[in-house]
């Protein structure tokens, strides 16, 4: 399927052309931020057995009923030490926070409410009810699914996995994407500038975002203004997964980008998106690898990375929206579904609100210094009072 296409219409596309990566192990350091490819079952409880929560003494709850209880103390456990013989009645156990529950006790009283004399330890205060047990399974018991395949992996994820006694896991590996400029004028951040250069500042922000969804970013360089440079830089990518293609890809008679794709054997899926900005925006696929082709002004680019490679390299379903109550009124939209950068925060009663950036032309980076949002407008909206609510697509924490 080829030319202009809805926003939703291309979001199925890209999701029914999208990546299944191999699957490897790897170890726990090393799968920060990857995808697992398999549930991750725990190989032990958590805690394997009955623990105490404090330190303090382990006791027969039947023992300690009354104030002023006595107890020989008859040996402790220490994290990792169990004690070996029974807690009877009349006795206790000396016992630090991890240590095993010795055998016969079902009871912990804490140290701050004992009185020790020699090898007797006497409670001022009577007890209830059982306490500062942990039982065996707490956090979570052998063989149960701790992780599920397709969770992407953190500092709690990796945690919760080496607690279950996984030194290793099964992740699909992560998609390597090239970040592929294209301009004459472009040079790299830096550079002393000529007349009617420009610094080639996108890749930086891609680059970065690419990163914080899981994949792995390439930079392939600035391509002239040519299709046989951008054929050879092409050439020499073989290795990547997802190309990002920055420019060239409108009317022009400079812009070669579809062109030199097509050339090497991509064949388009779509070739332009009914959205503002970023209506060049095209995507092309061969064999394996994929082609998200971003427009070339900044903003457009960076909206665009988030609709429409997001998806690609989270391997993940478009978008969801939420409803915030607009500051400010907004005009009634043109043909094209427009997504303005704006700012999203809590307003009263816990509810979202949302400031879209009085500008939005497609040049301009500065907006993303407080958008943490899109407004999402259908084409041919009406226009929007102050206080009513519109569809926001979050990019960035609350």
């Known amino acids: 399927m080829s030319g202009l296409v809805s926003v939703d219409e291309a979001l199925r596309l890209l999701d029914r052309n999208g990546f299944t990566p191999p699957a490897e192990r790897v170890a726990l350091a090393e799968a920060d931020g990857a995808r697992l490819a398999e549930d991750v079952v725990a190989l032990v409880s958590r805690p394997p057995l009955p623990v105490s929560a404090m330190d ?36 206790a156990v000396r016992i630090f926070t991890g240590g095993v529950l010795p055998e016969g006790s079902d009871h912990i009283i804490i140290q701050e409410e004992a009185r020790r004399d020699g090898q007797t330890v006497i409670f001022e205060t009577g007890h209830d009810a059982p306490r500062y047990v942990r039982p065996a399974g707490l956090d979570f018991k ?26 290793t896991v099964m992740v699909r590996r992560r998609l390597r994407v090239g970040l592929l400029a294209n301009g004459n004028e472009l040079r790299p951040p830096g550079s002393t500038l000529a007349a009617g250069e420009i610094i080639n500042s996108n890749p930086v922000a891609l680059s970065l975002l690419v990163q914080s969804w899981g994949g792995i970013p ?78 070339g002004n900044p903003a457009s680019a960076l909206v665009c990375a988030h609709l429409f490679a997001r998806p690609l390299i989270t391997q993940t379903h478009g978008h969801q929206t939420r409803p915030a109550a607009l500051t400010t009124d907004l005009p009634a939209n043109g043909p094209r579904e427009a997504f303005l950068r704006a700012a999203v925060a809590f307003g009263p009663e816990g509810r979202l609100s949302v400031t879209p950036a009085p500008n939005q032309d497609s040049s301009l980076i500065s907006p993303f210094l407080s958008a943490n949002g899109l407004v999402r407008r259908r084409p041919h909206a009406a226009a929007v009072q102050a206080g009513r609510p519109v569809d926001v697509v979050l990019i960035a924490p609350l």
Not at 154 to 164: I, R, S
Not at 227 to 250: C, K, M, T, Y
Request: glycine share 14%; charged share 20%; with cysteine.
């Open 142 to 167: 052998k063989d149960a699914i701790l992780l599920r395949a397709g969770t992407r992996l953190g500092a709690a994820e990796l945690a919760l996995a080496a607690a279950a006694n996984h030194a």
């Open 218 to 295: 390439v930079d392939l360089g600035i391509a002239g203004d040519s299709e046989a440079d951008i054929r050879a830089h092409i050439a020499e990518a073989e290795h990547i997964d997802l190309f990002l293609p920055v420019g060239g890809a409108s009317v022009g008679d400079h812009d070669h980008m579809r062109g030199a794709f097509a050339r090497e054997g991509f064949q388009p899926v779509f070739e332009k998106v009914a959205v503002k900005p970023g209506k060049p925006s095209w995507f092309s696929s061969r064999g394996a690898q994929r082609v998200m082709g971003l427009p």
């Open 56 to 91: 303090g003494y382990a006791v027969r709850l039947a023992d300690v009923c009354q104030a002023g209880s006595q107890l020989d103390v008859i040996g402790e456990a220490p994290a990792g030490i169990p004690f070996t013989g029974e807690v009877g009645p009349g006795q």
